[in-house]
């Protein structure tokens, strides 16, 4: 689903942020990227969206070297990707229902195929009560589960989140993994980056490691799931 | 279920009905935002209106200025200046003669005494002209043609006509105050058009820099959708009605606007029309001219959200 071939990222000023980088994720598979603070997590999930190009090295996502998208196809790339961001990004002047529906609006579904989708993906979520609220009545914990109803609306072949339990109690935090554990159960590749060890050393998968921009996993091993 | 292996998109046969759909959506949402913050709109709605308005309301006032002036059907004058030799009885036989002219609408004899009498009274040199042995003055025959439109010639034809004749010394044809007045009316049709260039270009920038504004409010948003897939398009959909929007009622208002100066001065206007025993009625904006407008104002408004999104959109990117 995922190659890193030799994939470096120098930003301007010097800095390198990733350097010879090299994986493979395959389908179905959930994975951890872990590393401290700076190791280039995010740059890694950046380079996944196209939010950067990498200095040199390739990226393949799901059958397509990213290199050769040109910017009027990163809307269709990013289609195809589900994100969960640290602090959610939700849209706090409009409903759940509206925040979690705006992939479908952009992928163009109907509105009845939108109703449709957007009610199981909050039921999924144990949310589905919470649809005409503003998501600024509802807790942290309530509000990243609304951010991943918006990711896997969809139904993307690849989730990705950054940090998704960065705020969240470590109750709270293990229920979110579990929810992208059922995910990745019926098919969906997951990566995750978290700073988390003490949770992510107790789920059962394979852990890619960043120190300073490299990486001290060796990338072939197989996940257990 | 959610979270299928299947990745599913919308079909392609799909895709026109989506396309309408969220032109819907964003024209009906840009339209919710505007009345959401009623007094900001109306106040852009009044600036833009004002700012059409006056070119507008200018033109129209040259439009009945034109219809009044073209009223006046003939009205060139030819002045036949007679010989000095010729007595007043041949002036009367050529009159008669030209009385029967095509060409001709109406003559008048002007005799030289006449002539003398009236230019004592008139230019105050009464005691110089008295001392005069012998009238300087010639006979004078006033010939009203029948075709005499601006730039037709056929005025021109006539006068070089009626100088060929035997006994006229000189044909003058008077149109200097028409072409002077023909003149005028150009100039201000220019200077309306100049006018008019100016403040529409002064709507494109107010248009331009309250989408910006609207471009800068709602960031945290535009960066959300581009990050979830929204192409440039989708982006830049909704911002482009709220120009759209914008162009639309700044239109209609000055539309109103000059309806309402018209409706105003249509009634001291009839009263002076009356005093000069005219039939002039005011006209107003017709609905041509009223579509044209509305056209226009929308134009400049969606012209306006284009190049505020086309500079200020781009910048903003997932970081």
Known sequence: MITFDRVSKRYPGGHEALSEVSFNIDNDELVFLTGHSGAGKSTLLKLIMLMERPSRGQVMVNGQNLKNLRASQIPQLRRQIGVVFQNHQLLFDRSVYDNVALPLLISGYSVRDIGRRVRAALDKVGLLSREKDMPITLSGGEQQR????????????????????????????????????????????????????????????????????KL????GQAGGS | MVGGASQSRARLSDQLRAWLQHHRLSAGDSLRRLMRNPLASVLTWLVIGIALALPVGLSVALDNIRAVSGGWENPAQISLFLRTE???GAAQQLQQRLNEHDDIAATRLVSREEALAEFKQLSGFGDVLRNLDDNPLPNLILVTPRHAELGSGQAESLQQELEQQAGVQRAVLDMAWLQRLNALMQLSQR????????????????????????????????????????????????????????????AVLSWLTVSLALWGLRAPLSTLAVLYQSDFSLQGLNAGAGFSLIVLGALLGLLGAWLAVARHLSAIQPR
Do not use: C
Not at chain 1, 216 to 219: H, Q, R, S
Not at chain 2, 197 to 225: C, F, K, P
């Open chain 1, 146 to 213: 609304v951010g991943i109803a918006r990711a896997v609306v969809n139904k993307p072949r690849l989730l990705l989140a950054d940090e998704p339990t960065g705020n969240l109690d470590p109750a709270l935090s293990a229920e979110i993994m579990t929810l992208f554990e059922q995910f990745n159960q019926v098919g969906v590749s997951v990566l995750i980056a978290s700073h988390d060890l003490a949770l992510i050393s107790r789920m059962q998968h394979r852990i890619i490691n960043l120190r300073n921009g």
């Open chain 1, 216 to 219: 001290i996993t060796p990338g």
């Open chain 2, 86 to 88: 010729m007595s007043l």
């Open chain 2, 191 to 250: 200077l309306i058009t100049v006018l008019g260039a100016i403040l529409a270009l002064g709507v494109l920038l107010v248009i331009g820099n309250t989408i910006r504004l609207a471009i800068e409010n709602r960031r945290d948003e535009i960066v959300v959708v581009k990050l979830v897939g929204g192409s440039d398009a989708f982006v830049r959909r909704p911002f482009l009605y709220t120009g759209l929007w914008y162009g639309l009622g700044g």
